[in-house]
């Protein structure tokens, strides 16, 4: 099984700044690597496929990059509805399809 | 647009079991897999399950394995997860989720995502 580790825990980031989230593959996932927001009582919402392919209607201050262990989430400029929990995922090898614990992005 | 609706959850003894039932709509349902994601409570996001487009190709994660089943009704554009011999480290909220690969036994990532629905397991 492939293990995610997302860093920081949580990132505390002002409003217009620049949020930079981490996502780490225990072994090569290529590029088979999505990016998740969820905001509280609501279901995830894909972001980023295929490590940098926004998906549909996601704006273009989000963008990822990144492949094979080291990924990476980039908000270049937080808007108040950014703040909110972003899991990244691998659908490289499989079963199981496995998340990160989540990186929390709060306001400072 | 893709909307997927999941029902069925509630509170149950451990040991029990239970049917949660997604239906879905906006799309060609028979055409693309489907996942069920559950998160308990303030965790974060676990597969459980995923069926092929045609019902017959499945997998599971391990701790579920022998105690759930997934399965649809193309007919119906339903998909199920069947429930049995819970504990309560299955209470969580269960996502029914669509995968973007049509007709195939391969699967991606998650692109859709229904709003939940709450499994409380407890006596």
């Known amino acids: 099984e492939i293990v995610m580790t997302q860093s920081p825990a949580t990132l505390s980031v002002s409003p217009g700044e620049r949020a930079t989230l981490s996502c780490r593959a225990s072994?090569?996932?290529?590029?088979?690597l999505a990016w998740y927001q969820q905001k509280p009582g609501q279901a995830p919402r894909l972001l980023i496929y295929?490590?940098?392919t926004r998906a549909t209607g996601i704006p273009a201050r989000f963008s990822g990059s990144g492949s094979g262990t080291e990924f990476t989430l980039t908000i270049s400029s937080l808007q108040s509805e950014d703040f909110a929990l972003y899991y990244c995922?691998?659908?490289?090898?499989?079963?199981?399809?496995?998340f990160g614990q989540g990186t929390k992005v709060e306001i400072k | 647009q893709v909307q997927l609706v999941e029902s069925g959850g509630g509170v149950v003894q451990p040991g029990r079991s239970l049917r949660l039932s997604c239906a879905a709509s906006g799309f060609t349902f028979s055409s693309y897999g489907m996942h069920w994601v559950r998160q308990a409570p303030g965790k974060g996001l676990e597969w459980v399950a995923v069926?092929?487009?045609?019902?017959?190709?499945?997998y599971y994660v391990d701790s579920v394995k022998g105690r759930f089943s997934i399965s649809r009704d193309n007919s119906k554009n339903t998909l199920y997860l069947q429930m049995s011999s819970l504990r309560a480290e299955d209470t969580a909220v269960y996502y029914c989720?669509?995968?973007?690969?049509?007709?195939?036994?391969?699967?991606?990532?998650?692109?859709?995502w229904g709003q939940g629905t709450l499994v409380t397991v407890s006596s």
């Open positions: 295929g490590a940098s």
């Open positions: 989720a669509k995968d973007p690969l049509i007709y195939s036994y391969g699967y991606g990532h998650v692109d859709y």
């Open positions: 995922q691998q659908y490289n090898n499989w079963p199981p399809w496995t």
């Open positions: 072994q090569s996932v290529r590029s088979n």
């Open positions: 069926i092929s487009y045609d019902g017959n190709n499945k």
